[in-house]
């Protein structure tokens, strides 16, 4: 079974996907911190010298290799659905879990955080609003499963999964 986590930075994507991969004796892949181990260098550094389009390529090569795995439990990068042959790839292979968080959680978790390129603007909480508005319906077009969380511990958000999980087996194998 391939389990890719799709949603926008700070959805709990990383800490979701571990613990979840864990409970199921799973490897666990967050493809931006693949990205940094294979290039030796942070995600900020990459869009510094290579720029969005750059990093988004390398995302695209990660994606299309890993999802070719079983046993794997994959954390994406928030836009990894702005590409259409990335979101392709995604609706073709594995069972893809879109965790929806408010944008004011999201906003929350990542306003300290210095590693986030796109959010090193003068309003990083409009960034965000501006982000969510234009990626949701990309996650919903890929979802195979939508969590609503962001609000009570990552152990709720991950039993949610797989409970959705669970129920999305039961579906897919009475058709």
């Not at 940094?36 to 988004?56: D, Q």
């Not at 990335?86 to 955080?113: C, F, H, K, M, S």
């Amino acid at each position: 079974m391939l389990v890719v986590l799709v949603g926008m930075m700070g959805a709990g994507k990383t800490t979701v996907g571990r613990e979840y991969a864990k409970r199921h004796q799973m490897r666990f892949v967050d493809c931006d911190h693949e990205i940094e181990a294979r290039t030796g260098v942070k995600v900020p550094t990459i869009f510094e010298i290579e720029g969005e389009a750059g990093f988004r390529r390398r995302e695209s090569q990660l994606l299309d290799e890993l999802t070719h795995e079983t046993g794997l439990v994959l954390a994406t990068g928030g836009g990894v659905v702005l590409d259409p042959a990335n979101r392709a790839v995604l609706a073709a292979r594995g069972i893809v879990v879109y965790l929806n968080v408010p944008t004011q959680v999201l906003w929350e978790r990542t306003r300290n955080d210095r590693n986030r390129p796109l959010l090193q603007v003068s309003n990083p909480r409009e960034r965000i609003e501006s982000l969510y508005r234009e990626r949701d319906p990309l996650y919903r077009e890929v979802a195979d499963i939508i969590v609503d969380g962001g609000r009570g511990n990552p152990g709720g958000m991950v039993r949610q999964v797989e409970k959705a999980i669970q129920n999305f087996h039961k579906k897919t194998c009475e058709h």
